[in-house]
């Protein structure tokens, strides 16, 4: 049916998987990726199983409890000092986290 | 000294016998002896440890009271935050970082004067079921060094069996505490979602994510469960109850006319013959101790497995999106005009292991929009029928159990390269996280084929957990009298402590 080689179809999926990479900001070698995407068609294929009982009748459950949202009073409470907060930045500037450029040049 | 457990040892602190600082000397000095060989510990804290002990030792001399377990030792698994102390969660991306602040478990047990030794190995982010996952390299199973001492907290249950603690912390997504007590002949408690406090608890998939106890008796796990729960305003998941009375029920160790409930579907095919044998042998000795054994049927249970690996993706590529390189640890390529997109790209390229990046990239696939419905959606409500299944089950049974997982344990590399045969391990362990609700593992004895550790499971309703201690202080009372001695005392001698 497919005109597609081995390679070439790997190929594609690894542009699938590198779409997501990027999405989830991780820089990846063009290895990794085929590598990745073999792995990701048989792990899809064991999961894709959830999809032959989960009916339209049959209500998700996204936490095991009945979550409601909690409140505290408004008092200020101690909390981590400026020093404390900035102990682990990989980089600080005048009490600050120094990070690199968010916008573009212009 | 150091094999004794931790009760007993608490008991000895009392009488005057020994001091918390001759015991936990003991222990470093243990550390030092085996671990080169079992690499269970990340980090020892040798000098914070001390001056623990000192404080509890000055305090006891005063007359002041204190907790059952003040000035035992314990291990704690480096997912927990500890401050000032170095918490990687087994991965490159938090190489070095020295939290600001204290989990609420680690609060509990400075409050309870438990000596905290140092931090133990994991798979990176609790994600695997061998330890071969940590960025420091694997943990060694006491019991054979070739083998694989379970995971995500295989430091926390290698360090129990090579005795260099008594008590260790541990948690629990899909297994991380039963399964690699299982296969390490040792204890491990996960308690009701919600029952022990997730501040300071790295956060891998926070629908399932629970700390709980491990130690070497069903005893001890009861007495640092009851040390470390409890409500904490700082987890907004965290059940405002009563602790439930674990260390009560551990004492007695009653079941005379409890109803044992065995899972049809956690058990036969795929499961080892030695694994079965000691799991049928258990369930006489528990008939013959009063309780009645009867079958359930929890026909979802089949699907579990397959929702868990969409589910706790899905919610790791959420959570872990936080290590971006900005406020705390590694950051790569930080160049001048580099741009933070490409700074966040290869921190995480560089900082996270494959499993990692597996199953970040699986989650944001799940939860992708196209997608969403087919996968994760699918897998939330396979969740709704696994809790109707322990409901009904719950109906006909007091307490639940299986073997904790179908093997014992494996050689380290030997399923390294292949991740659907990984996640079989936690198949029995699994349904448990997806309902919230509590699940024990204890010795049932070693394997005919292999003489390798084998677990018992037992599972309890939500805040019932003093259940599952009922049943696993009996289950541990008969085997030790058939026995005659504590299962580790059969494993192979390590270093020249003894």
């Not at chain 1, 900001?25 to 995407?37: H, K």
């Not at chain 2, 390294?416 to 004895?445: E, H, K, Q, R």
Request: net charge negative; charged share 20%.
């Amino acid at each position: 049916m497919s005109s597609l080689s081995r390679d070439d179809v790997a190929k594609l999926a690894g542009l699938a998987v590198a779409k997501l990479a990027g999405l989830a900001r991780i820089e990846m070698s063009d290895e990794e990726l085929v590598n990745l995407s073999n792995e990701f068609t048989v792990i899809l294929d064991a999961v894709a199983r959830v999809q032959e009982v989960a009916g339209a009748n049959v209500e998700p459950t996204s936490h095991p409890l009945p979550l409601r949202n909690v409140f505290r009073p408004d008092v200020v409470v101690p909390s981590l000092t400026p020093e404390e907060a900035l102990s682990g930045a990989p980089a600080q500037e005048e009490q600050r986290f120094r990070v690199p450029q968010i916008l573009g040049e212009e | 000294m150091i094999r004794n457990n931790a009760a007993d040892m608490a008991a000895k602190l009392v009488s005057g016998e020994v001091t918390s600082v001759e015991l936990t000397q003991a222990h470093l000095d243990r550390i030092a002896d085996v671990d080169a060989d079992v690499h269970a510990f990340l980090y020892v804290d040798t000098e914070g440890a001390l001056a623990q002990a000192a404080a509890v030792d000055a305090k006891r001399a005063k007359g002041e009271k204190l907790s059952p377990l003040a000035g035992v030792p314990l291990a704690l698994k480096d997912v927990m935050t500890q401050k000032g102390i170095p918490t990687t969660c087994g991965s490159k991306i938090l190489e070095g970082w020295r939290p600001p602040y204290d989990s609420t478990v680690v609060t509990n047990l400075k409050k309870n004067d438990i000596v905290i030794l140092g931090k133990t190995n994991m798979d990176e982010f609790a994600m695997g079921s061998s330890t071969e996952n940590s960025a420091y390299g694997p943990t060694h199973n006491p019991w054979d060094l070739t083998r694989i001492p379970g995971g995500s907290g295989g430091g926390s249950s290698a360090a129990l069996a090579a005795f260099e603690a008594p008590l260790a912390i541990g948690t629990d997504t899909g297994g991380s505490i039963r399964q690699p007590a299982a296969v390490t002949g040792t204890v491990g408690v996960k308690p009701t979602y919600g029952g022990v406090s997730r501040f300071g608890l790295v956060a891998f998939s926070s629908s399932l994510d629970q700390a709980g106890p491990c130690a070497r008796t069903v005893l001890d796990t009861a007495l640092l469960h009851e040390a470390i729960a409890g409500h904490d305003p700082k987890d907004a998941t965290s059940i405002n109850a009563p602790v439930p009375q674990v260390v009560a029920a551990a004492k007695s160790g009653d079941v005379k006319g409890m109803k044992i409930g065995v899972v049809k579907e956690l058990n036969g095919d795929g499961y080892q013959p030695g694994v079965r044998a000691r799991f049928e042998e258990s369930l006489e000795l528990l008939a013959k101790a009063g309780a009645e054994i009867v079958e359930v049927s929890a026909p979802n249970f089949e699907y579990a497995l397959a929702a868990y690996y969409l589910i706790a993706p899905s919610e790791c590529s959420s959570n872990l999106a936080r290590f971006d390189a900005m406020r705390y640890g590694l950051r790569v390529g930080d160049v001048d005009g580099a741009s933070a997109e490409s700074v966040m790209n290869l921190t995480r390229e560089v900082g996270f292991g494959k499993e990692v990046k597996r199953r970040i990239i699986l989650g944001t696939y799940a939860l992708s929009s196209g997608y969403y419905d087919a996968y994760y959606g699918s897998a939330q409500k396979v969740r709704t029928l696994i809790t109707q299944d322990f409901t009904n089950a719950f109906e006909k049974a007091d307490v639940l159990v299986s073997p904790t997982c179908p093997t014992t344990a494996f050689k380290i590399g030997e399923k390294a390269n292949d991740p659907l045969a990984m996640y079989l391990n936690d198949i029995a362990t699994i349904p448990v996280n997806m309902a919230g609700i509590g699940g024990m593992s204890l010795p049932s004895g070693l394997a005919d084929e292999d003489g390798l550790p084998v677990g018992f499971q037992i599972m309890s309703p939500v805040m019932k957990d003093e259940r599952m201690y009922s049943v696993g202080a009996a289950l541990e009372a008969a085997l030790l009298s058939k026995w005659g001695a504590p299962l580790l005392d059969k494993a192979p001698v390590m270093g020249g402590a003894r």
